[in-house]
């Protein structure tokens, strides 16, 4: 693990359970793992259009994690080539009322955007 005030080749910002008895395949459950990274990213940072140029990503579990009782997803997003140079973790409290009703109401159309 590094520090985000360090290089660094991307943040976590999310992870959610999968449900479901048997393992559903892989594509059923990447889909379902693009699916909810998506909105966990605003959480993370609701004004998307001030980060860095980034790719978001995520770790799922295969057929044999699955059988062995993970459905953690884990997600993360970081630079397309070389590295972070800061966190990207963004404050609510950096912004104005204005400012955060502002980012509140375009969240939909950029979660729209992500997915």
Do not use: I
């Amino acid at each position: 693990m590094v520090e985000c005030e360090k290089p660094h080749q991307g943040e976590v910002y999310g992870s959610f359970q999968l449900e479901g008895g048997g393992f559903p395949g892989t594509g059923s459950v990447a889909a379902s793992a693009y699916l909810g990274c998506a909105p966990l990213l605003h959480d993370f940072a609701l004004d998307s259009t001030a980060l860095p140029q980034v790719q978001w990503f995520f770790y799922h579990p295969d057929a044999t994690g699955w059988t062995l009782g993970n459905r953690t997803v884990l997600c993360w997003v970081g630079p397309p080539a070389g590295l972070l140079e800061k966190p990207l973790r963004q404050d609510v409290s950096d912004w104005d009322e204005g400012q955060l009703a502002y980012l509140t109401a375009l969240r939909p159309a950029s979660e729209a955007r992500a997915s």
